[in-house]
């Protein structure tokens, strides 16, 4: 009788489908170093589900994601070239990630400024899909790889929109956390300056803006 009850439990414990746990929020850091504006978030199941090129971060415990000119971006020094052509004339854009697996607290450290925005599920849903749709895919609908870091977690990605002077890497990340549901005024915002300020109205400020 022991040996049926054993197996009956065994049995329907392999067979009961797994519940996925859905989150009732996450948290996207809006953060700033050098020339880089990002937007950061944790590496889940969730979030994986809803991007899933993010799966080439599977390992990593967040992404630090940001959009710019694809000559710039990908340059591995600062070219004057690059940074003028990019904001007197259209040009092409790529979308950088990278991966991390440092707690929150210690990324922050380095970074020249951090906004926190917790996004309920569904404003989280629309911020990523403001992203997918930044993202350009070949024929087949996969997403298209422009570059690789040797030696870092680093991916740039081909992007289908453009860059100018009125919509930089602020703009662009700015526009994300707006497709979330927030009435942030992106119109002229060129600076990380003009970023940090109005958005700063928006969500919780983790580290100042000397």
């Known amino acids: 009788m022991l040996i049926l009850f054993l197996i009956s439990f065994f049995v329907l414990t392999e067979i009961k489908p797994a ?5 009732d929020s996450i948290n996207v ?20 589900e809803q991007l899933p090129l993010l799966k080439l971060y599977a390992d990593y415990q967040y992404v630090d994601i940001g959009w710019g000119d694809e000559d710039f971006y990908q340059a591995e020094d600062f070219n004057l070239y690059y940074a003028a052509k990019a904001i007197l004339i259209p040009t092409p854009t790529v979308i950088r990630i990278d991966g991390y697996r440092f707690p929150m607290e210690e990324v922050i450290k380095w970074r020249e400024f ?40 680093i991916i740039f990605f081909k992007s289908k929109d453009k860059y100018h002077m009125f919509r930089t890497c602020n703009t662009w990340a700015a526009q994300a956390i707006k497709a979330a549901g927030f009435k942030i005024n992106t119109f002229c915002l060129l600076t990380a300056r003009q970023f940090y300020k109005r958005l700063s109205e928006h969500g919780k400020i983790l580290k100042i803006f000397e």
């Open 19 to 23: 519940q996925s746990i859905l989150p």
């Open 114 to 153: 951090a906004i926190l925005f917790r996004l309920p599920r569904d404003s989280f849903i629309k911020f990523i899909t403001f992203i997918k749709n930044s993202l350009k895919y070949d024929d087949t609908g996969n997403y298209i790889i422009s570059k690789k870091v040797e030696g870092q977690p």
């Open 29 to 48: 850091y809006c953060v700033k170093e050098n020339w880089h504006t990002g937007l950061m978030f944790e590496v889940s199941e969730f979030t994986i």
